[in-house]
Structure formats: C-alpha cells, structure tokens
C-alpha cells in the first residue's frame, strides 16, 4: 500500500480523498493554490504545497507544478479526483513514466473513452446497444446528408472529442444540416483541436442512466448498479440517485451487464462510470463513459456500502477486489442534492464569506463539502460548495429525509439553490419519479423566476 498519496484536485472531492487516504493510513499531500491558502483540503492533508495562482490553467491544471509538488514531497500516487485533469491521458502517462502510480484506469482506456468515435466503434464490437447514426466519422456535409436519410430527422451532430453536451448540434431539418454540421465541425476544431464530428438519432424524450464500476488489475470487474442522473439544467446535474425510480427490474439487469461489457471492452481498472440515454419504452443506448470517479459517487456508496474511493485506492496499489458480482447487493434509496453558491433560479454564482455554516445530521445523512464558517467561497472555480446525500428504506422515505436535511442546512453569507431542492423535492412530477432529462428545464419555464 502506498506511504504517501498527493492528492491533485481541490474542494469536496480533495477532503473526500483526503478523509479516504487517511482511513488507509496513508499520508497525504494537497496542492493549493493562492487562492486556496485557507481551503479545508490544504488544512487537513498531512503535507500542502502552493502550486500556483488562483487561476486553473497554472496551478489544479498545471501537470509540472503537480509532479513538482509529488516530487518534493515523495508522494508515490496520485489521485486527480473529478474535473480538472482526472481525465487527461497525457497526465497519467507523465505519471506513471515519473515512476507514480496513477490512481485511475490506463491512459489507453481514458484514450479510447475520450474519443466519442473510437468509443461507439469499441463498443459496437462489444455489442453495446448503439443509438443508430453514422458508422464512426462525418467527414462532409454530403456525408451527412447521406446519414441523415437513414437516421431521419431530429438528429444530432456530436464532436468525437466533446462529451458532456459540449460540442453538440441538434439538427431538426435537412434545410439547417449544412450550416449545424460547418459550425459543429468548426468549434470541435476551436474547443478541442479536433474537428472530427459524427451523427446519431436524435432521441427526444430520453432519461439519462449511468452505470458504477469498478475493475482490479487482475482481470475482475463488477457493476455497482445505476444512477438516475435526469434531473439537470444545462448538462449540470442538480440531483441524482440511485437505484433509479425509471426501470424494471429486467431493464437493471441489462443495463448493469451492459455497463460491464462496456467498461470490459477497454480492459477497465479502477472507477468508472457509463452513461446510457434510456427510451421511454426502456430501450438504452451508450453514451459515453467516463473515466473517473464522479461527483454523485455517494448515492451508490450508499445503497451497496461500498466505499468507492477506498477501492479506487485499493486496486490502484494492486489489490483484488474484495466483492464478487454476487456479494454486491442494493438496499434502499439514496439521493443526492449538489448544493451551489448561485442563485436558486438564475443559476448566476454568489462567491462570498459564509458568516455561518452548519450541516444537517441525523440518521443516514452524510454531507461531503469543503466549507466552514468564515471560508470565503472563492470566485475562481465551479459554485458547488456542498453535497447532501441521504439513504433510508424506500425513495419516498429518503426524499422526506432530504427535505429535512435542506431544512437543518444553513448557509448564511452566500446565496445558495437550497430552495430550489426544496421546491424540487416538493413537486409531484419529482415525487411519482414522472421525469426525464428535460424535466427541470420544462418546470423552470413554467416557474417563469
Ligand atoms: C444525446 C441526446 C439525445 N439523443 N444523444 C448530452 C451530453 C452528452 N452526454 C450527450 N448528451 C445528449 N446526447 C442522442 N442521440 C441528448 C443528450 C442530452 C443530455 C443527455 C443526458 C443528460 C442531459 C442531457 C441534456 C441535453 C442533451
């Protein structure tokens, strides 16, 4: 087992690593920059070193100021959490040739995964149920016109470095492809340095479901069920869960060996996740994988009592996993509600000082977040500032636990979105699970705030 840890991130998940590390008995070492001098991650770890400005570019995303930081300090592994660099390949190489152990999958999975294109070609071969579309790269407009008359229209134009709904054209007619499949292909170019573009159907009213794993370097891999991630606003998940309230008990099953497929197609290790866009009629299709540990990882902590950073951690040093399939059962409900320094209905960010912090507790409520009284909520990085997550016996049970714990939290100095979780958690299209992924956006219309 690794002596030292640095941990390359900031934030909730920094203190999660942090607390995960300290469980373990490793030593940790946080990387901060100025703007970070008072944060909790840099407080807790054993060991903090400034990398840099408050600016991303040249401290959480700076790869010399890093591997300096791991160096000076003898970290032997690094954990890049979630965001920033988690999943940069060029990083994990550098990693792993400066003689560290990455804690995260192969750079060669986060290549393939990173690249839309490969992705569905791989896992066509492992017969993932694809969304029909184009057969990998659109190289012209002819090209698409050609596509399009199988796909039929809607369709959307994706950029095979994009993911996470950037670099995405949804095209409703024959007369707007031209200039959708120009633009897409020119911003694929300016966002990502790589122009190449590629076709599905367009899926109208799809719920977004993902699929936890978790691989060991001696060929195991196991499903840890699913997460219903719909609820969010601009590709930015607002509140999550698992298991989700959407499938049967036959569409888990499929979706789960599907995920496993997926994930066993590029020789998985450590924690990752696959997204699939579920139909109305419960047919599913891959997404896209993602290949780190995510944000919402705690409602699947919750309802297998696995702990997912511990494991990351594990299997990273070389341990077997400890579980197989058959021994990782579900039990309960859990939910997740990210809570933001922004405006409830605006979303605009409110960066400030928390005159007062106090956390929700009780029975099965567990809060991960990086604030105290009188932290000041810096400006620089994303507004999440806090994470509630609670379990009980069945979903109506756990969303009134929520509710609760919302109620108990105060956050007093920076505006939060705690009311629009309450209002959330209050709507009867939420309570009786009647949502899909453009469900918030529909209902915040309607609000009109
Ligand atoms: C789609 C889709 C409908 N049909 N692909 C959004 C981000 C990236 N994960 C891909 N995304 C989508 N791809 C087809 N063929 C709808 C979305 C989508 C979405 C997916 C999941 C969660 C939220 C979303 C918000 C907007 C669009």
Redesign the pocket.
């Known amino acids: 087992m690794f002596h030292k840890v640095l941990v390359a991130n900031r934030g909730e998940i920094a203190v999660r690593v942090i607390r995960a590390c300290k469980e373990l008995g490793i030593a940790t070492v946080a990387v901060y920059s100025e703007a970070d001098r008072d944060a909790m991650h840099t407080r807790l770890a054993d060991e903090a070193i400034c990398i840099g400005p408050a600016v991303s570019t040249h401290s959480y995303l700076s790869i010399p100021a890093i591997m300096a930081a791991a160096e000076v300090t003898d970290a032997q592994a690094i954990h890049p959490g979630y965001g920033f660099l988690a999943e940069n390949s060029e990083f994990a190489e550098i990693v792993i040739a400066s003689g560290l152990t990455w804690i995260g999958p192969s750079p060669e999975s986060m290549r393939v995964m990173g690249d839309k294109v490969k992705a569905k070609k791989r896992m066509e071969q492992a017969n993932v149920p694809l ?1 029909p ?1 184009s057969d990998g790269a659109v190289h012209s407009v002819e090209e698409a016109k050609e596509v399009a008359k199988s796909t039929g229209f809607p369709l ?1 134009i ?1 950029a095979a470095s994009g ?3 950037r670099g ?1 054209k949804i095209v409703r007619s024959e007369a707007s492809l031209a200039t959708a499949f120009n633009v897409c292909q020119t911003e694929a170019k300016t966002m990502f340095g790589d122009e190449t573009v590629f076709i ?4 109208e009213e ?1 719920r ?1 479901i993902e699929v936890q794993v978790m691989g060991d370097k001696h060929g195991n891999l196991v499903h840890l069920f699913e997460r219903e ?2 609820i ?1 606003r601009n ?1 930015q998940k607002v509140l999550e869960e698992a298991p989700s309230p959407s499938i049967s008990e036959e569409t888990r099953q499929e979706i789960c060996a599907a995920g496993v497929a997926a994930a066993s197609a590029v020789n998985y290790e450590g924690a990752g996740t696959i ?1 699939f ?1 579920l139909n109305p009629d419960q047919s599913f ?1 891959f ?2 994988m993602n290949t780190r540990i995510q944000v919402e990882h705690p409602v699947t902590e919750f309802i297998t009592g696995v702990d997912l950073i511990e494991w990351q951690i594990r299997v990273a040093a070389g341990e077997k996993l400890a579980y197989t399939q058959e021994q990782i059962k579900m039990k309960g409900h859990a939910i997740e509600c990210r809570i933001n320094a922004e405006h409830p209905f605006k979303f605009t960010p409110s960066p400030g000082t928390i005159e007062l912090y106090h956390a929700p507790g009780g029975r099965s409520v567990r809060v991960d977040s990086a604030v105290y009284t009188g932290y000041k909520v810096p400006p620089h990085y994303d507004s999440m500032i806090a994470k509630i997550i609670t379990h009980a016996r069945d979903r109506n049970k756990c969303i009134r636990r929520m509710q609760r714990a919302i109620d108990e939290l105060a956050i007093i100095g920076v505006t939060t979105n705690c009311e629009l979780h309450r209002r959330l958690l209050a709507n009867p299209g939420f309570q009786k699970a009647d949502f899909n ?1 453009h469900f918030l956006e529909r209902w915040l219309k309607q609000l009109s705030l």
């Open positions: 969304v579309g959307i994706k993911g996470g709904g995405m599905e159907k367009f899926l799809p977004h991630c719909s969010q590709n997204e866009l299709y997404m896209e992924i």
